[in-house]
């Protein structure tokens, strides 16, 4: 490979031509015919398309790496409260220590951490003992699967009727 190629690709310039068009892609007959115009307007839409797509991929893009930056930025800054308020029960010892023995001022503050653990441990306990699923989805489905079974309302032979159904308990599928 000569020098001369070397640069040429550094620079962006390519060293072969693939093809060189004989005429202008983009002139039209003097008489196009409603066959050539629909070709052109469909060849012109779909450019057009395939443009906004890649426009909107690369704002997408930009915006979810600047959500990651800023995302990360948020983390940190939780991370570095997350150790601060090692130091924030430190203080409060201390300055508990200014009336109390310096051993019940810390027992105090272990304490009250401990309680506060057990609440915000009971209200997730709590909060995470409700999930019961997605139950209208499912309700959904089965109405569907229903509604597309030939013999739709009729169980060996006979109509199915609100009895029926209320007599048999729900089935929770998701285990809860």
Do not use: C
Not at 15 to 28: E, G, Q, R, W, Y
Not at 55 to 60: D, G, N, T, V
Not at 160 to 173: C, F
Request: charged letters at 20%; glycine letters at 6%.
């Amino acid at each position: 490979m000569a020098t001369g190629d070397r640069a040429d690709r550094k620079n962006g310039v390519p060293t072969t031509v693939t093809s060189i068009p004989l005429v202008d892609p983009n002139v039209m007959p003097p008489n196009p015919s409603i066959g050539d115009l629909v070709k052109e307007a469909t060849a012109q839409v779909s450019t057009l398309v395939r443009a906004e797509v890649e426009l909107a991929k690369a704002e997408i893009t930009r915006d979810v790496k600047k959500g990651m930056t800023g995302s990360i930025f948020f983390i940190l800054a939780l991370v570095v409260l997350f150790y601060s308020t090692f130091f924030f029960f430190f203080f409060v010892a201390e300055l508990l220590d200014t009336w109390l023995w310096r051993w019940v001022a810390f027992g105090i503050v272990f304490a009250v951490m401990v309680a506060a653990t057990a609440v915000l441990a009971l209200l997730g306990y709590l909060k995470v003992r409700r999930i019961r699923g997605p139950q209208q989805t499912i309700e959904s489905v089965k109405e569907a699967k229903e509604a597309f079974t030939p013999g739709h309302g009729h169980a060996a032979g006979r109509t199915v009727t609100a009895t029926d159904s209320a007599a048999a308990p729900p089935v929770d599928p998701s285990g809860w």
